[in-house]
């Protein structure tokens, strides 16, 4: 799953994004409503954690607009907010839930499943599919022509991601972004170490290698046409 967390209270957020990437989740963070808006109106997320208050537009601006805009993505609004009012100004700016600091994580991570179980417009549950590749985005089973892999969280991450941009040139710094956000040392050659680990799991078949080199740009995840579907 391919989350958003909105907040701007670096322990909160730091929790949120630890917690989740060790669930498998891709996440991405940003700390205000400007530039949240901006991220879920051209990125497809498979879910929005949105907390109420913030700098620039508020939460509860953000959701009215983005649903104005026709973004469908579930939207769970986070807030130190408890009242009856608050709640009910949440669910009818376009927000599918609500859930009221201090939460338990695995509170979050049960809504979390709800929401996108229930969906809105799209099927956001639905198994992830390139070539011989199928992703199981609830259990995260992986398997890689019909044979099940074994994955690291972070192995996980990276699949994920490659498979949600197969055929698409996927940058070093874009990968550490998605899968590794803050916690990446952009002079790190860790990228690099996790695209080998993860071909050595995958790319089992030296005739129809997954994942190409592109020299001076990045990696590729492209199936060729034996594997094609």
């Given at each position: 799953?391919?989350?958003?967390?909105?907040?701007?209270?670096?322990?909160?957020?730091?929790?949120?994004?630890?917690?989740?990437?060790?669930?498998?989740?891709?996440?991405?963070?940003?700390?205000?409503?400007?530039?949240?808006?901006?991220?879920?109106?051209?990125?497809?997320?498979?879910?929005?954690?949105?907390?109420?208050?913030?700098?620039?537009?508020?939460?509860?601006?953000?959701?009215?607009?983005?649903?104005?805009?026709?973004?469908?993505?579930?939207?769970l609004m986070l807030t130190a907010r408890?009242?009856?009012?608050?709640?009910?100004?949440?669910l009818d700016a376009g927000a599918d839930?609500?859930?009221?600091?201090?939460?338990?994580?695995?509170?979050?991570?049960?809504?979390?499943?709800?929401?996108?179980?229930?969906?809105?417009?799209?099927?956001?549950?639905?198994?992830?599919?390139?070539?011989?590749?199928?992703?199981?985005?609830?259990?995260?089973?992986?398997?890689?022509?019909?044979?099940?892999?074994?994955?690291?969280?972070?192995?996980?991450?990276?699949?994920?991601?490659?498979?949600?941009?197969?055929?698409?040139?996927?940058?070093?710094?874009?990968?550490?972004?998605?899968?590794?956000?803050?916690?990446?040392?952009?002079?790190?050659?860790?990228?690099?170490?996790?695209?080998?680990?993860?071909?050595?799991?995958?790319?089992?078949?030296?005739?129809?290698?997954?994942?190409?080199?592109?020299?001076?740009?990045?990696?590729?995840?492209?199936?060729?046409?034996?594997?094609?579907?």
């Amino acid at each position: 799953m391919r989350v958003l967390v909105v907040e701007d209270d670096p322990t909160i957020s730091g929790f949120l994004v630890r917690g989740l990437r060790e669930e498998h989740h891709l996440v991405d963070l940003v700390e205000d409503g400007d530039s949240a808006e901006a991220r879920a109106a051209t990125e497809e997320y498979d879910a929005i954690l949105l907390d109420v208050l913030l700098p620039g537009q508020d939460g509860f601006e953000v959701c009215r607009r983005l649903r104005e805009a026709g973004v469908d993505t579930p939207i769970l609004m986070l807030t130190a907010r408890d009242a009856v009012n608050d709640r009910v100004h949440g669910l009818d700016a376009g927000a599918d839930d609500y859930l009221t600091k201090p939460f338990a994580f695995d509170e979050l991570l049960a809504r979390l499943r709800a929401l996108t179980r229930r969906g809105r417009s799209r099927q956001l549950t639905a198994a992830l599919r390139y070539g011989p590749i199928d992703i199981d985005p609830h259990t995260h089973l992986v398997t890689v022509r019909g044979r099940p892999v074994t994955l690291t969280a972070t192995e996980y991450r990276l699949l994920e991601y490659f498979v949600r941009r197969a055929e698409s040139i996927v940058s070093r710094d874009q990968l550490a972004d998605h899968v590794w956000g803050g916690d990446y040392d952009p002079f790190s050659n860790v990228a690099d170490v996790y695209v080998g680990y993860l071909r050595r799991k995958i790319d089992t078949d030296p005739d129809h290698p997954l994942i190409h080199t592109i020299r001076g740009m990045g990696y590729m995840l492209k199936a060729k046409e034996a594997d094609a579907r």
